[in-house]
């Protein structure tokens, strides 16, 4: 079955350290979402790309994170400075297109220190 | 104030009951989504659906559009569906493909 990677499955890291996660989406999607799933908040969408290009990312705290698609086989989620309230499970998700279904990542569990 | 609601919030059903999740949004959609999540942590899709019911094995999606209700049945409920369920929404027009989700279902299956 197709499936979407994420690395690394767990991170703990100290506060104030650079956090790199990655997202290998299924081949052939072109709709790539990153979302953060935390106790408080339930899952909250971080960003969404289409063909790559950023078309949402009004979730995610600016002057700490950063996403991108570098190419069509690779999302990245970048977040520094990294605050111990980042602690949480990112998801990655892609589908086809939009409302064809989507299927998710793993996650990976965050844990800052 | 979400954009989607479920209730119940948690859900304890002994094994072989049928279980009802429902589902509530205020937005307009495009299409609506079931989620399963298992302990460990994992989503899976279950339905995508914008109109009607679909059913898969033991489990039945149903959708009011007019209403802006969904409803999640499991029959004869078994100890293995213990999970949370969470709905989600698809928007349309400038949000097409964000999705909206529920605060989840945790549902408990006794043996």
């Known amino acids: 079955d197709a499936r979407v990677t994420q690395t690394p499955r767990h991170k703990v890291t100290e506060m104030g350290q650079e956090v790199t996660m990655r997202c290998q989406p299924i081949?052939?999607?072109?709709?790539v979402f990153w979302y953060r799933q935390t106790m408080m908040q339930g899952l909250e969408l971080l960003a969404y790309?289409?063909?790559?290009?950023?078309?949402?990312d009004s979730g995610m705290p600016k002057d700490r994170f950063s996403a991108e698609m570098p190419d069509a086989t690779l999302a990245t989620l970048k977040i520094q400075p990294s605050e111990p309230r980042d602690s949480a499970v990112y998801f990655c998700?892609?589908?086809?297109?939009?409302?064809?279904?989507?299927?998710f990542g793993s996650g990976t569990r965050l844990t800052v220190v | 104030k979400n954009e989607v609601e479920q209730s119940p919030q948690n859900l304890t059903a002994q094994e072989g009951e049928f279980i009802t999740i429902n589902c509530s949004y205020s937005v307009g959609i495009s299409a609506l989504h079931w989620l399963q999540q298992h302990p460990g942590g994992g989503i899976v899709s279950l339905f995508m659906?914008?109109?009607g019911k679909k059913k898969h094995g033991r489990l039945i999606a149903t959708i009011n559009i007019q209403e802006k209700h969904s409803s999640l049945h499991i029959t004869a409920s078994h100890p293995r569906d213990s999970a949370v369920y969470i709905c989600a929404v698809s928007g349309r027009g400038s949000t097409l493909g964000r999705l909206y989700f529920g605060r989840g279902t945790q549902l408990t299956v006794w043996p």
């Open positions: 998700a892609s589908g086809l297109r939009e409302n064809y279904g989507y299927t």
């Open positions: 790309f289409r063909n790559r290009a950023p078309l949402d």
């Open positions: 659906l914008s109109s």
């Open positions: 081949l052939g999607h072109n709709t």
